[in-house]
């Protein structure tokens, strides 16, 4: 029995590590294509000796070896929150085992998510000093965002120059064999396949994804071959080049020009990022197996052949992939190339989506439309602002730089930077995740820093050959990343210092001073307690309000998912006369919103059964207490079902007459038909609710529930508030720069929040605001 679970695990890993190739391993695969290039471009020209060349595979192998393959394959990809990896995915493990979190709604009750959980347990760090001091002061967690976001800004100008680098590197082999080609041709070329492949994005990777790993073990199994051919054909010897000893005598030979080549020489791990990053998709121990089984023998293999083929023909160095091609399969090679190219560019811009649609949960970016490409696999998005943006950038820098050599500095730049990143957050999460000893930490932070200081400050010194088009984007999207999350927190702020104060609700009695009318009306707020001000705007200036009142929150928390089971919290704001709940619907980082056409039914059952576990359970039954606000029980939601609390009867076809049977006004019944005619994608479920016929039940809860499917029958109007956020006239003058001129543009300029929620227009309030932050 045990033998046949383990080869059931193992057959499964092998399936996911097959098909890891064409999601995680694309772009890591073609670097062959332009790190000799890039490597001995410049002053490095003068330095193409044999032994500088061997020196420089000897960097390649021991970079190859001490980066993608003992920190990220031994260490890195053991950090995963419950199965997720990414910079975001470190963030989240930080957030939950100490309080680095700046997210401004979180509740007592998130914790006893069941992913929240995940990992050691947090109770013998609790005395740690060092996480005292960054617990306690504000600055510090506000830099460790900004650490988190800047790696983020940089996987996104990734998304930019992979594409152009690897496209451009891969047509660049038709220049070798047709030589009329001039590099206006071969640019433009390069232009209309990245159209195409930016263009197809909105069919999802899924519909395509069966011809990604093929491609890439074809392309592997093909520099593999022509690899050991050159080996053997134009230097053995190479294999003494294994020794460090060669990286020694590379220095000594080259100086500085060496130093500064290894912009070029880290090329041959960008992409490494990609093995943590779309871990969500597989398994540790797949992206582990096709890493050791394939993708490293290959890769090195690959190298050491080129180099065996530059140390006899130094002049071939500007196309010493495309030269090193033996006549006989050039062609064919030169075709898989621009294939696995699309691969590793299609990679790294569906990891873009994903890291955007990230920073949005985390509060940090504008909304935007995010859309599930596949059905079967969860995580696949595609956000076509994005996409477009992206394709705009990439098209100007592969017509601006028109050379490898310049987008590969800019490239070289933006992935150093994001290793360097996750090795000091990886360091954190051996602290306080792990809860190993801070010198073990220090130890892994030195090492790795040192390597990769090094490679990052040769990188830098190429800022004017190309490298500052990465910083440029960074700085960019981490301005309109930071101006979005200080305006929404000044925002939540304002909110939370002006909360209608409950004994004034109290005050007015159940009827609140006015006409309570048949219906449900769904107040959101991005409160997780308290009334907010928007419903004192209602009571004070309108003469009727709807006889239930559901406060909604709709909120992201630090995991990646939360199991729907989970989703909903209900609690009651004031007792129970006054007919007023508050309902928090909590999302995972990496969650999608779907429009099931199915959130008022699942609220309805919810707030149903919480009145019938209220009744039951002694902590929630002192109704009579004024303090009520705050209290929240977990409701447990299934797909629509008849419960305890209520019967429930579904119909997807029903008639007008009987669907709005309860809204007097004719208008409004044709309005709501033209709304359904309009949106024949969203299959709105009608479902009517009825009590069971149950003797034993308390009067005052039959009375309740009964209140309740009556208000579901006369209709559910959702209520908004329709924000103006301005600083204050005694502000500085840069917060009045960004919450005037840069929170305003964005919002204006953005999803609306009625969009992003999936409400539909046709019930739809919104209360106009005016926030003075």
């Known amino acids: 029995m045990a033998s046949q679970f383990s080869w059931s695990i193992l057959s499964r890993n092998l399936l996911l590590a097959y098909q890891s190739f064409g999601v995680v391993y694309g772009d890591l695969s073609t670097s062959p294509l332009y790190v000799y290039t890039n490597t001995f471009a410049g002053k490095m020209q003068k330095h193409q000796t044999e032994e500088v060349i061997f020196g420089a595979f000897s960097l390649i192998f021991w970079t190859f070896t001490l980066i993608p393959l003992i920190k990220y394959i031994c260490i890195v990809l053991s950090a995963d929150d419950n199965g997720e990896g990414g910079t975001f995915a470190l963030y989240s493990l930080l957030c939950r085992h100490a309080k680095f979190s700046l997210l401004p709604n979180q509740q007592a009750a998130d914790e006893e998510l069941s992913a929240y959980k995940f990992g050691p347990s947090t109770q013998a760090i609790s005395s740690s000093p060092l996480k005292r001091f960054l617990e306690k002061h504000r600055r510090l967690r506000t830099v460790l965002l900004l650490v988190v ?9 990734d998304g930019v120059l992979t594409p152009a680098i690897s496209v451009l590197s891969a047509v660049s082999g038709l220049q070798v064999a047709e030589n009329k080609l001039t590099n206006g041709e071969i640019v433009l070329l390069a232009c209309v396949i990245l159209v195409g492949l930016f263009a197809l994005q ?14 890439v073990i074809i392309w592997l199994v093909t520099i593999l071959s022509i690899g050991l051919y050159n080996i053997i054909h134009w230097n053995p010897k190479i294999l003494r080049a294994l020794s460090p000893h060669y990286i020694i005598k590379f220095f000594s030979q080259t100086g500085k020009d060496g130093w500064i080549s290894l912009g070029g020489v880290l090329l041959s791990i960008t992409g490494t990022e990609a093995m943590f990053a779309d871990l969500g998709h597989f398994t540790a121990l797949s992206i582990r197996l096709a890493f050791a089984l394939a993708i490293y023998p290959c890769l090195v293999v690959q190298y050491m052949g080129q180099a065996a083929f530059l140390s006899k023909n130094p002049s071939s160095m500007s196309k010493s992939f495309y030269d090193s091609i033996p006549d006989r399969v050039f062609w064919p090679v030169c075709v898989i190339a621009t294939l696995a190219a699309v691969v590793g560019s299609q990679a790294v811009i569906t990891a873009t989506f994903s890291i955007v649609k990230q920073c949005h949960a985390l509060g940090c970016f504008p909304r935007v439309k995010v859309v599930h490409t596949s059905k079967h696999i969860y995580g696949q998005i595609y956000i076509p602002e994005i996409n477009w943006i992206l394709m705009v950038l990439t098209l100007a820098v592969t017509v601006g730089f028109r050379d490898t050599t310049f987008i590969g500095n800019a490239y070289g730049l933006a992935c150093m930077t994001v290793m360097f990143i996750t090795t000091f957050l990886m360091a954190l999460v051996i602290i306080f995740v792990w809860q190993k000893s801070v010198i073990l930490a220090a130890c892994f932070l030195l ?24 910083l440029v984007f960074s700085a960019v999207f981490l301005l309109i990343m930071y101006i979005w999350h200080y305006g929404i927190r000044k925002k939540y702020n304002f909110d939370l210092h002006n909360k209608v104060s409950l004994k004034w609700i109290l005050g007015l009695g159940p009827s609140l001073g006015i006409v309570r009318v048949p219906g449900i009306g769904l107040v959101y707020s991005e409160l997780a307690t308290g009334v907010p001000a928007i419903f004192s705007h209602f009571v004070t200036n309108l003469p009727a309000f709807h006889k239930v009142l559901v406060f909604v929150c709709v909120k992201s928390v630090p995991v990646p998912y939360v199991p729907p089971e989970e989703r909903f919290l209900i609690g009651r704001v004031c007792p129970r006369p006054y007919r007023m709940y508050r309902c928090i619907v909590r999302y995972g980082y990496k969650d999608i919103q779907r429009d099931d056409g199915n959130f008022e039914n699942k609220l309805i059952q ?16 002192s109704s009579e207490s004024p303090s009520l606000d705050g209290r929240m029980a977990v409701m447990s939601i299934n797909p629509v079902q008849s419960s305890l609390s209520l019967i429930a009867s579904e119909q997807d076809f029903i008639s007008i007459d009987e669907s709005i049977q ?25 479902v009517r609710f009825q009590l069971p016929s149950n003797p034993g ?36 003058f840069l917060k009045k720069l960004a919450i005037d001129i840069g929170y305003s543009f964005l919002r204006k300029n953005c999803r609306g929040p009625a969009v992003a929620l999936n409400i539909p227009h046709i019930s739809l309030i919104e209360v106009g605001m005016i926030y003075y932050v």
């Not at 999802?204 to 093929?214: I, R």
């Not at 919810?606 to 009145?611: H, L, R």
Request: aromatic share 12%; glycine share 6%.
């Open 149 to 157: 976001l800047f790696g983020a800004c940089m996987v996104i100008g």
């Open 202 to 215: 909105h069919c999802g990777t899924h519909k395509v994804a069966f011809m990604f790993a093929p491609i």
């Open 447 to 470: 090492f790795f820093w040192f390597i990769e200081g090094v490679y990052l400050s040769a990188a830098l010194m190429k800022v004017p050959q190309g490298g500052w088009a990465p």
């Open 606 to 621: 919810s707030i149903a059964e919480f009145i019938q576990m209220e009744a039951v359970e002694p902590q929630f039954s």
């Open 662 to 686: 309860s809204s007097r006004s004719l208008t409004l019944q044709s309005l709501r038909s033209a709304y359904d005619d309009e949106n024949p994608q969203i299959r709105r479920r009608h």
């Open 697 to 732: 039940m308390d009067p005052s809860v039959r009375e309740e529930l009964t209140d309740l499917v009556q208000a579901k029958e006369a209709g559910v109007a959702y209520i908004m508030g329709h924000s103006y956020v301005k600083a204050r006239r005694s502000s500085s």
